[in-house]
């Protein structure tokens, strides 16, 4: 297995966990943004307690929320290692596309950019998943069966005028991690083609636009409807 680990702490290696990593966690975005899309459903939270209920019920939700929690630490961690190699040697993204003068300001300051985001991730999972699993929340019923209000906590947190600043610029940040580590991550699986590329980078700058405006619309939305 001795060829395993020579490839997984070489650079090539390195930037294939983050992009295999990045886009597993890209998908989880769009999943948690479905979900929490029901949070604009004018329905007293009841569509959003059931999906909450849910997602912290199924058996096959709990295996890809532990495969979510490994994709963040590895991520993480090899970002860390590739951090360290860019200080000893070159500018080193998901993939090397040509000098630091002719990158983006997203890319040289993906590990900033980063760093940040995994500080209001800490936050947001105290706030919202800590207290889901073990806070003293209120809970409702409907059809008989109990659940937990976690809509009331979205609702108290996000009439706090500081707790939804902070949303809407921490999703400004993922904006621009995204902005460079979506095609960068497909770029770095080889996926790198002149009839591809471009629409990798159309698809990614959507994305980076798209899903972060719709995260920050929903505490912005619940600041002015509660």
């Not at 706030?127 to 979205?154: C, N, R």
């Not at 400004?172 to 770095?188: C, D, E, I, M, R």
């Amino acid at each position: 297995m001795s060829w395993v680990t020579k490839t997984l702490k070489s650079t090539l290696g390195r930037k294939l966990i983050m992009a295999l990593t990045g886009l597993f966690l890209i998908l989880f975005l769009i999943g948690h943004l479905a979900g929490n899309m029901q949070l604009f459903y004018n329905d007293g939270g009841e569509a959003f307690n059931i999906y909450a209920k849910f997602m912290t019920t199924n058996p096959i939700v709990k295996l890809l929320s532990y495969l979510t929690y490994l994709s963040v630490i590895g991520h993480v961690i090899y970002s860390i290692g590739l951090s360290r190699l860019n200080k000893s040697a070159r500018p080193i993204g998901y993939a090397v596309s040509g000098s630091s003068t002719n990158s983006s300001m997203a890319s040289r300051n993906m590990g900033i950019l980063g760093t940040i985001i995994l500080l209001f991730l800490v936050g947001h999972m105290y706030s919202f998943w800590y207290q889901m699993h073990w806070g003293a929340i209120p809970t409702v019923t409907y059809e008989g069966e109990e659940y937990k209000d976690l809509y009331a906590v979205v609702q108290v947190a996000f009439q706090q005028t500081w707790m939804v600043a902070l949303y809407v610029i921490a999703m400004a940040f993922l904006a621009f991690h995204l902005s460079h580590g979506f095609a960068s991550a497909f770029q770095s699986l080889g996926i790198n083609h002149k009839k591809y590329s471009p629409a990798i980078k159309t698809v990614g700058l959507v994305f980076c636009i798209v899903v972060p405006v719709l995260f920050a619309a929903m505490p912005v939305y619940i600041y002015f409807n509660s």
